[in-house]
Structures are given as structure tokens and as C-alpha cells.
């Protein structure tokens, strides 16, 4: 009778431990959803642009888009969007516009290492312990030590992911810029 009630132990004991990372994760989950709704209530933040332009005389310039019309592009040297702070740069002298979200890094690096952590920590509960031994460890510091190492790596991924710019060719021409108008008049803070 002992030979059964075991196997039985230890099947109770796995279920309980995967219906407690269940409950966990699902937990989770219900807390980043709430957040989100929350997050909706707030009124719109003013999302901000970063540009490089290369200017067709070589130089380069950046700042923060401000606003685009059909004859030029206006930027911000700095953060304060105040009309007397802009600098207007007629399309003929545009070469190359790249364009990020100011913030888009830093978000990038937070999703990456939220997603390594949390990708660790059920690894290392997946695995289970090790056999008693030299270098056995239990679930719960495998899943410490790859939490750590891979919210690390997702960091450094997410970041690197995040640093991409949207590339607009304008080369001086009127034609690419009036094809790409709109495109650029969607960065802008003031919409026209």
C-alpha cells in the first residue's frame, strides 16, 4: 500500500507547485492588464520625436520634430517646444531624416529586461532541482540566476532593438519630400 501512496504524493505535491506558478503568472498578467487600462484613463501624453538630419552640405542637425509644412521641416534644439526655440529647414537642403521616439530606448531596454526575468524564472522552475551533489542547486536559485543573467541579455536586446530610426531619403527633391509629407507630418508634435 505504501508503494502507491507515494507516487501519489509526490503527483499532488507537482500539481500544487504548478497551480501555484499558474496562479502566479496569471496574477501578473491581470496587474500589467490593469495597469494598462488605468493607463488609458490618464490623458494622452504629447509624444515627442527625435530627429538627425543631414543636411546636403554635409553638416548635421538635431533636435526634436516640431512641425512639417510643404515647404519645410521645423525642429526644437532642445526640449522646449516655445515657437521663438525653432529652427525651420527648407526641404532643398534636406539630405537624409532619421526619426525615433524621444524614450523609445529606455522602453525598449524595460520590455527586454521584464521578459528576460520573467523568461529565467520559469526556466528555472521548469528544471527543477538538481540531484544532491557537488553543484546541485534548487528551482528556486536556478531560476534567481537565470532571472538575473537573461533580464540582463533581454536588457542590453531590447535596447539595441529600440535604437532603430525610421530613414527618409529627401536627397533635396521636391518630389521625395511631397511623397514622404505626410509621413514626416506624423512625427510631428503639432499635427498640420
Known sequence: MAFFVLPLRIVSFCKYEIMKATSIILMGILLLYSMGVQAQKITKKVKLHKVWI???????????????????????????????????????????????????VGKGAWIGALSGVGAGIILGLIDGDDEPGWFSYTKEEKALALGIYLGVVGTGIGALIATKKEKIAINGDNQNYEKMLKTIQSYSFTPN
Open 54 to 104: 543631414s543636411l546636403t552640405d554635409s553638416s548635421k542637425v538635431k533636435g526634436v520634430l516640431y512641425s512639417a509644412d510643404e515647404n519645410a521641416i521645423k525642429i526644437a534644439k532642445n526640449y522646449s517646444m516655445d515657437v521663438s526655440n525653432l529652427t525651420s529647414i527648407n526641404y532643398q537642403n534636406i539630405d537624409i531624416l532619421k526619426i525615433r521616439r524621444k524614450g523609445k
